[in-house]
């Protein structure tokens, strides 16, 4: 069956440097999320991505993350300079067509140090 | 943001018997709702979904039950099975309006523990 992948499982890095997570979504799909869960909380929206562009996008996606699909199948989120509260899981999700499920990765557990 | 609520942080049950799980939201442009069971240290798992033109979707041992009225929804797990103890989640999108691209929107979760 097919499945949303993510790497690394877990990335730690210091403060204010600059990290990459890395999903590759199921292939026929059309839309493309991250999400991200701190410990304890709720799971959060961070952005939406169709037709190679940000379709939308949370108070907490500021100018310090940015999402990419370089390739066709690779879809990456990066963090220009990691704060300590960037600390969190991160759930890349895909989707076929909306209104449907969406399908969710493992997650890269994010550690900033 | 306190727009999909699980106001249950736990159920417990016996195996063999119905779990009930409840999930309340008040945004009504809310349309479309799906239920996801996560493990520790694993990604959500899709269970069920609902649009808001239905009342009921049943899939196996679960079924989802929409109240629009009361905004209120609920998944019933039945028989309840030890490996079903898991968190539960419920999300909320709306989708009518030609602006949703499928955002999700979660609950806090549930934590269901199926005694054997």
């Known amino acids: 069956e097919p499945e949303v992948t993510q790497t690394p499982s877990h990335q730690v890095t210091q403060m204010g440097q600059e990290v990459i997570l890395r999903c590759v979504p199921i292939?026929?799909?059309?839309?493309f999320y991250w999400y991200r869960q701190i410990l304890g909380q709720k799971v959060e929206f961070l952005v939406s991505?169709?037709?190679?562009?940000?379709?939308?996008k949370s108070e907490i996606f500021d100018d310090q993350f940015s999402v990419e699909r370089p390739d066709g199948s690779n879809f990456t989120l990066k963090i220009r300079s990691t704060k300590l509260e960037d600390s969190a899981m991160y759930f890349c999700?895909?989707?076929?067509?909306?209104?449907?499920?969406?399908?969710f990765g493992p997650g890269t557990r994010l550690t900033v140090t | 943001d306190q727009q999909v609520k699980q106001n249950s942080p736990s159920l417990s049950v016996q195996e063999g018997r119905i779990s009930i799980l409840n999930c309340d939201y008040t945004?009504?442009?809310?349309?479309?709702f799906l239920w996801y069971k996560k493990y520790p240290a694993e990604g959500p798992t899709f269970l069920i979904s609902i649009s808001s033109i239905k009342d009921k979707n049943e899939d196996g041992r679960f079924t989802v039950f929409l109240n629009k009225s009361a905004k209120h929804l609920s998944l019933h797990i039945v028989p309840s099975q030890p490996g079903d103890s898991a968190v539960y989640f419920c999300?909320?999108?709306?989708?009518?309006?030609?602006?949703?691209?499928?955002?999700?929107?979660f609950g806090q979760g549930t934590i269901l523990t199926v005694h054997p």
């Open positions: 991505f169709y037709n190679n562009e940000i379709s939308e």
């Open positions: 999300a909320a999108s709306a989708v009518r309006g030609g602006t949703s691209y499928g955002k999700l929107t």
């Open positions: 999700a895909s989707m076929w067509q909306t209104p449907y499920e969406q399908y």
């Open positions: 945004n009504s442009m809310f349309d479309y």
């Open positions: 292939s026929n799909h059309l839309y």
